[in-house]
C-alpha cells in the first residue's frame, strides 16, 4: 500500500513569513512529485512538480526533494492571506502514473 | 482557453440507480482521471486513461466504468448508486513531461445517494 503522509495542521503563519509544508512516502520508486493547493469548496490546482532531488523555485514557491528520505516540501515565501488554502502532496511513478494523494495541510497566513 | 467541464454539479439520487458523470475537457491532454474526494480527505483515485481506448482502475473503481472514446470525453458511469458513493467527484485532464507539468480539474460532481 503506498503511502503519502503529511505533517498535521492546521497550520498557521502571520503575513510575511516562510510556511513550511512537509510530506514523505513509502514508495521509493516513486518518481514524480507534485503539490496542490485548494481552497474550501474548490477543486485541487496544481502549483509544483518536481522530480529530481533539491531545490526547484518558481515564483514565491520552492519545492524540495529528498529521495534518499523519501521527503518533499514545500516552502511559501512571504506569505499572504490569499495563501490560506489546504495544500496536497501527491506523489507517482514515471509520466506521473498513478498519483496517490496525502490528506492535505490546511495553512492559514494571518493578516 | 483551458477548460474542463463537469455535469451535472449537483446530483442527488436514489439507491439502485444507474447514473452517469459527464466530463470534457477542451485542451486536447492525453491523461485524464476520476478522483473521489470526502470533505477534508485525500483524493483516491477511481479511474484513469492515458488516451483514447485506454484505461485503468485505480483503488475504488469495483462499482463503475469509465469509457475514452474521444480524447475530450471520459464519462465515468456507477451502474447501481448505494449511499456510499455519497462524495465528490472530481474529474482531472493531465500531459507534459518532467519539466513541464499541465493539470486542471474540473469544477466537481456532488453526489447524493439516498
Known amino acids: 500500500q503506498k503511502e503519502v503522509e503529511q505533517n498535521s495542521g492546521p497550520l498557521s503563519v502571520p503575513e510575511g513569513a516562510i510556511a513550511s509544508l512537509n510530506c514523505t512516502y513509502s514508495?521509493?520508486?516513486?518518481?514524480?512529485f507534485f503539490w496542490y493547493r485548494q481552497y474550501s469548496g474548490k477543486s485541487p490546482e496544481l502549483i509544483m512538480s518536481i522530480y529530481s532531488n533539491g531545490d526547484k523555485e518558481d515564483g514565491r514557491f520552492t519545492a524540495q526533494l529528498n529521495k534518499a528520505s523519501q521527503y518533499v516540501s514545500l516552502l511559501i515565501r512571504d506569505s499572504q492571506p490569499s495563501d490560506s488554502a489546504t495544500y496536497l502532496c501527491?506523489?507517482?511513478?514515471?509520466?506521473?502514473?498513478?498519483?496517490?494523494f496525502g490528506s492535505g495541510t490546511q495553512l492559514t497566513v494571518l493578516p | 482557453e483551458a477548460d474542463i467541464y463537469q455535469t451535472p454539479r449537483y446530483l442527488v439520487i436514489g439507491t439502485g440507480k444507474k447514473i452517469t458523470l459527464e466530463c470534457s475537457q477542451t485542451?486536447?491532454?492525453?491523461?485524464m482521471y476520476w478522483y473521489q474526494q470526502d470533505p477534508g480527505m485525500e483524493l483516491h483515485l477511481i479511474h484513469y486513461s492515458y488516451g483514447v481506448n485506454s484505461t485503468e482502475k485505480g483503488d475504488l473503481s469495483s462499482e463503475s466504468t469509465v469509457s475514452r472514446i474521444r480524447t475530450e470525453h471520459f464519462p465515468l458511469t456507477l451502474e447501481s448508486a448505494r449511499p456510499s458513493h455519497t462524495s465528490q467527484y472530481l474529474c482531472?485532464?493531465?500531459?507534459?513531461?518532467?519539466?513541464?507539468?499541465?493539470?486542471?480539474f474540473g469544477p466537481g460532481t456532488r453526489l447524493t445517494v439516498t
Open positions: 485542451m486536447g491532454h492525453d491523461k
Open positions: 501527491a506523489v507517482g511513478g514515471g509520466s506521473a502514473r498513478q498519483l496517490t
Open positions: 482531472a485532464s493531465f500531459t507534459g513531461a518532467q519539466s513541464s507539468y499541465e493539470q486542471y
Open positions: 514508495d521509493r520508486g516513486s518518481q514524480s
